[in-house]
């Protein structure tokens, strides 16, 4: 029981410090982009700037709307972040304490739970702004969803499991994106928008909601919605690492530093898209999954379920 405890605070402590210098890097790669220098003043190159940072928000006053459903205002933060870190069970190091043979299933029903801390949120905070962003969020949510849950199934389907580890065992020789490079750039497009990322955060429009769901949040509030943000999106690509790049295999060797590379090298894509594109549409939005991305991919179903056998066998 001690050794289960000790090896989830290592997890933990590992994903919380990821996501410390994930934001790091973000500042240094837009700033770059925008052809300027990012955080470079704070210690040496400015690597102690996500502590700082930390330091600053987890020591602000917390403050509240007088309106608010106190309770709900502040559990939501905190569930938002547990339902973060619960996900990166699915990650298999040799600190893992747990195995998932089911991995695909469970990330299917802890993702979709996002849904009701973001609609928690913005309702708590009793602001039409913080609403309106939840709204948005949420419906962009469930529908990205819905895409995202079909393609996880043709990729099931090529490898006849819903087991994580059994997709990266299956892409020793060769990785999956090339051979369903669609699927591949679709779920990317889908796992930006269900992390409410640019150019789908109109969760957070700022030209138009102040900030969204999360207008009335500061000091740790805010600190644990970022932290869940963040960790969602290393998560993503970590579990993109997994599904079409083959997970910690390269060239037929298995090595952890592989793995880390490339979900940095997934991450940095998130990056490299918010500091190139403007945001859409909110109409364009639904117009790509609904009328887009979902015959693509119930296409590719249509075509794989009947080759089931078939596909399996020669992959």
């Known amino acids: 029981m001690v050794s ?3 090896k989830d605070l290592i997890v933990v402590v590992a994903v919380l410090l990821a996501v410390a210098f994930f934001t790091l890097i973000e500042r240094k790669v837009l ?21 700082a940072d930390a330091i600053k928000l987890f020591t602000k006053e917390n403050s509240w709307v007088v309106t608010s459903n106190i309770l709900a205002y502040k559990l939501a933060p905190i569930m938002s972040l547990m339902l973060a870190l619960i996900l990166w069970v699915l990650y298999f190091s040799p600190f893992s304490a747990y195995f998932v043979s089911l991995g695909v299933l469970l990330f299917l029903c802890i993702s979709s739970m996002n849904v009701y801390t973001t609609l928690l949120s913005g309702w708590s905070s009793n602001s039409k702004y913080a609403l309106l962003g939840a709204l948005r969020a949420i419906a962009q949510t469930i529908s990205y969803e819905v895409s995202m849950a079909l393609l996880l199934m043709s990729v099931a389907v090529i490898f006849n499991s819903y087991n994580t580890w059994t997709f990266s065992e299956g892409q020793i020789s060769s990785w999956t994106c090339f051979f369903l490079t669609p699927l591949a750039i679709m779920w990317f497009i889908s796992s930006l928008a269900e992390t409410n990322r640019a150019p789908f955060d109109f969760a957070e429009g700022e030209s138009e ?3 969204g769901f999360n207008v009335e949040y500061g000091g740790s509030g805010f600190a644990f919605l970022f932290m869940a943000e963040y960790a ?4 993503m690509s970590m579990l993109t690492s997994v599904l079409f790049l083959g997970g910690p295999y390269f060239m037929g060797f298995d090595s952890s530093v592989v793995c880390i590379s490339k979900v940095v090298s997934v991450s940095i894509l998130f990056l490299w898209v918010r500091g190139s594109f403007p945001r859409l549409r909110y109409d364009q939005l639904m117009y790509l999954t609904w009328k887009g991305f979902l015959v693509m991919v119930l296409s590719y179903l ?12 020669i992959w």
């Open 31 to 51: 700033g770059y982009i925008q052809l300027r220098k990012g955080p470079n003043k704070v210690g040496f190159i400015g690597l102690p700037q996500p502590f």
């Open 209 to 211: 909601l102040v900030s």
């Open 302 to 313: 249509l075509i794989l379920l009947p080759l089931e056998s078939v596909v399996s066998t």
């Open 4 to 6: 289960f405890l000790i």
């Open 232 to 235: 969602n999106i290393l998560f």
